[in-house]
C-alpha cells in the first residue's frame, strides 16, 4: 500500500482460525489506531484504512495471528 493518499487497502491471509490483531504504529512506536483485534477463520480478509486525520509520514503495521507476526511499513503522503 505505498505510498497511500488518505486511504489504502491492507490485504492479509490468516492460515488457522484464532485471534488476528492488526495495528498501526508511527515511527516512535506509538500505537495510532487498531484495525482489527477479533476471531477470524483461516482465510484471505482486506481492511481499508482511512488516514484522513494523520500527518504526512512513514507508519509500520503489525499483524498478529497465533504465533505469526508480521510487520511492514506504509507511507502517507499528502
Known sequence: ???????TLI???IAEPGN???E???MLGQKMTTLVNENKSAGRYSINFDATL????????????????STKKM????
Not at 500500500?1 to 486511504?7: A, K, Q, R, T
Not at 507511507?75 to 499528502?78: E, F, G, Q
Open 1 to 7: 500500500p505505498n505510498p497511500f493518499n488518505p486511504s
Open 11 to 13: 490485504q492479509y491471509s
Open 20 to 22: 488476528v490483531t492488526l
Open 24 to 26: 498501526v504504529y508511527n
Open 54 to 69: 494523520f500527518s504526512s509520514g512513514v507508519y509500520i503495521y503489525r499483524l498478529e495471528a497465533g504465533q505469526f507476526v
Open 75 to 78: 507511507m502517507l503522503i499528502k
